[in-house]
C-alpha cells in the first residue's frame, strides 16, 4: 500500500481514508478543547458560538474533505464527532440523556455527510459558469455537427 501527501490531505492506493480522518477528527478535538472557555462563556449567545464552532472547529475537520473516500463507518465517526462538539456548545452533559435529533433540532446546522456533498459540488459549479467551459461546449457542438449558438461571441 502506497500512501503520500497531496494538499495536506494523506491519500492511501487502498482508497481509505482513515487514517487521514482519524489526524483531522484529533486536530478538530484539539481546537475544540482549546477554545473551551469560548464555549462555557455565558455571555455569548448560541448563534455566536454556532458561528465560532462552523468557522473554525468544521474547517479543521473537513480540511482534505473533497477527496476523502468515505464509507457508512467514516461518516458515523464524523457525525459522532461533530454531536460531540454541538452537545459541548450547548452544554449538554451525557447524563442529561438528550437525544441526538434534539440536540440537531436545537443547533438545526445541517449534516455533516450533506456539507461535504456540497463542498466537492462546489468547484465543478464554478468552472460550469466560466467563459472556457462555454468555449468547449461550443467547439464539442461544432464537432458533433451543431451550428455553434447564435448568442456566442
Avoid at 494538499?7 to 481509505?16: C, E, K, N, T
Wanted: hydrophobic share 35%; glycine share 6%; net charge positive.
Amino acid at each position: 500500500m502506497t500512501e503520500f501527501l497531496y494538499l495536506g490531505s494523506l491519500q492511501s492506493s487502498s482508497g481509505r481514508c482513515y487514517l487521514d480522518l482519524h489526524q483531522w477528527i484529533g486536530l478538530a478535538s484539539s481546537a475544540m478543547h482549546s477554545m473551551q472557555c469560548c464555549w462555557q462563556q455565558q455571555r455569548l449567545s448560541l448563534d455566536t458560538r454556532l458561528r465560532l464552532y462552523q468557522t473554525c472547529n468544521l474547517q479543521i475537520l473537513l480540511h482534505g474533505a473533497d477527496t476523502w473516500t468515505l464509507l457508512a463507518d467514516d461518516i458515523r465517526r464524523l457525525q459522532s464527532f461533530r454531536m460531540g462538539c454541538h452537545r459541548q456548545l450547548l452544554g449538554v452533559k451525557w447524563q442529561d440523556h438528550v437525544k441526538n435529533t434534539e440536540t440537531a433540532d436545537m443547533t438545526s446546522l445541517p449534516n455533516i455527510a450533506d456539507i461535504i456533498s456540497k463542498r466537492r459540488r462546489t468547484p465543478f459549479g464554478h468552472v460550469a459558469t466560466t467563459p472556457v467551459h462555454q468555449a468547449l461546449e461550443q467547439v464539442v457542438a461544432t464537432i458533433a455537427g451543431h451550428c455553434p449558438d447564435t448568442h456566442w461571441q
